[in-house]
């Protein structure tokens, strides 16, 4: 197996391993024996463990960013409605990978800028905030478009842990979604 294709291969076995158990099965231990190779050989090309869980969570940043595209690509409608779509893009994600959206915004691999998960996030972040820019040309799209993710990341955690179905008493994460964008963007035009 080539260099390229190991490395690979690790990548992929934590993806996996991350996707069915989450972000506490994500030892180098048990990514080599999935992989099939000694425990030693992650090392060789991701020195440190952070390295290869940045390397795992890129993937998701990856896959985010291109679902978000797909899902407003030749897309006629206004930005606000491009972000709600952008916005259950996300929660769906999130809550389909909750292993994956946990290791995404570990804030410990974030600060580590040599391992570029940073860069990896400001994609889908610049994305958001120029739609933000044209839905609130009143306001700082960066600042608006950091507080609806932090509000559609805490969305994605209550509702995966239970919480805002018992507090709201919805079964869909759509009218959060709706009152999430009517605090950040202002009530939606009828």
């Given at each position: ?57 890129r ?29 259950r ?54 600042l ?47």
């Open positions: 197996m080539s260099d390229d294709s190991l490395r690979t291969r690790l990548i992929d076995v934590g993806v996996d391993l991350v996707t069915a158990e989450g972000i506490d099965a994500l030892t180098l231990r048990e990514i080599a024996r999935r992989a099939g190779v000694s425990h030693g050989a992650p090392r060789r090309y991701f020195p440190t463990h952070l390295e290869l869980l940045s390397a795992i969570a993937r998701g940043f990856t896959e985010l960013a291109a679902q978000g595209a797909r899902a407003i690509e030749g897309s006629t409608a206004g930005p606000r409605e491009r972000i709600g779509t952008l916005g893009v996300y929660l769906d994600f999130a809550l389909a990978n909750r292993g994956m959206h946990e290791l995404m915004f570990r804030h410990d691999l974030l600060e580590s800028g040599k391992l570029g998960l940073r860069e990896a996030s400001l994609p889908v972040f610049a994305l958001l905030v120029d739609l933000v820019g044209q839905a609130r040309p009143d306001a700082d799209a960066r608006v478009a950091g507080a609806l993710l932090a509000n559609l990341y805490g969305i994605a955690q209550l509702w995966s842990w239970g919480s805002l179905q018992l507090t709201t008493g919805a079964d869909d994460f759509a009218p959060l979604l709706r009152t999430a964008l009517d605090a950040h963007l202002g009530p939606e035009e009828r």
